[in-house]
């Protein structure tokens, strides 16, 4: 398999479950913890969230890759790897490189505010990780692995 490697660091947690209201809840959530965007109106963010909505982290950059890179440090620093009880929420689309970084995390979860890319969804299919994009405006898409999400 293309990605056998990134498997073997797979997120896969079967117990691991969110409701959709806290999915739907995410980006406003996000938004609200960028203070540097509030600033700039320029700076992606990536944070991490506990599966009750609750805010563990967020770290901006002007790269969303690099926002990404930024909770992936924290969470080290923390003692947070592997972060099999978190979900990682990005403020723009998610790309395979993104996926990895949350596969090597061990986070079981991404939702985003942007697309997939297709390459991000074979891979989060993969690894073992939900991908839900386009979280905002009261709404999502699932992309893999939906056994994650309840209902409310």
């Not at 997120?11 to 959709?20: E, I, M, Q």
């Not at 930024?70 to 998610?94: C, E, F, N, T």
Request: glycine share 12%; net charge neutral.
């Amino acid at each position: 398999m293309w990605c056998g490697w990134l498997a073997a660091a797979s997120a896969s947690n079967d117990a691991w479950r969110v409701t959709a209201t806290v999915i739907r809840a995410l980006s406003g959530e996000l938004r609200a913890a960028q203070h540097a965007f509030a600033q700039t109106g320029g700076l992606h963010a990536a944070g991490v969230f506990t599966p009750d909505g609750t805010l563990v982290a967020v770290r901006e950059d002007v790269g969303r890759h690099n926002a990404v890179d930024k909770i992936a440090g924290a969470l080290l620093r923390q003692d947070g790897l592997p972060a099999h009880g978190l979900l990682l929420a990005v403020s723009g689309r998610v790309a395979y490189e993104i996926v990895q970084k949350a596969a090597m995390c061990g986070l079981p979860m991404i939702v985003a505010v942007g697309a997939p890319t297709d390459l991000a969804i074979d891979a989060a299919r993969a690894t073992g990780i939900t991908l839900v994009g386009f979280a905002r405006d009261g709404r999502f898409n699932v992309y893999t692995h939906p056994g994650r999400i309840t209902a409310e």
